[in-house]
């Protein structure tokens, strides 16, 4: 399956710490600067829909707002009930100043 690389925003729109959604191609998508590191997955909780980018960045995870479920910001595994299905997550590059997101055609 091949990706499909698409801009997201400018790297400076994300600031640490900070999570920001976005649809893409009618994808609901967060961006998460946590460290010196971006990542992007899925906005939608497996457990019970909510959208993760209302949750908080804990120990290189996120915790959703809802029922207090976490993912795995890099891979998008579920690592803490009641969250038992992992979320999809995105390939990120920056490049020229912008991120971009793998998205699988
Ligand atoms: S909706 Fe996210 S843990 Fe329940």
Not at 29 to 39: F, H, P
Not at 55 to 71: A, K, M, N, T, Y
Not at 73 to 86: F, R, S
Request: charged residues 30%; glycine residues 12%.
């Amino acid at each position: 399956m091949n990706d499909n690389w698409i801009r997201v925003c400018a790297d400076n729109e994300v600031v640490e710490g900070e999570i920001r959604s976005f649809n893409i191609e009618g994808n609901n998508v967060l961006i998460a600067r946590y460290g010196d590191k971006i990542y992007a997955l899925e906005d939608t909780c497996s457990h019970d829909g909510a959208e993760l980018s209302d949750g908080d960045l804990v120990d290189g995870q996120i915790q959703c707002s809802r029922h207090g479920g976490r993912f795995d910001l890099k891979t998008g595994e579920a690592t803490q009930m009641p969250a038992i299905m992992g979320i999809e997550s995105y390939g990120v590059e920056i490049k020229q100043g912008d991120i971009y997101i793998a998205l699988k055609k």
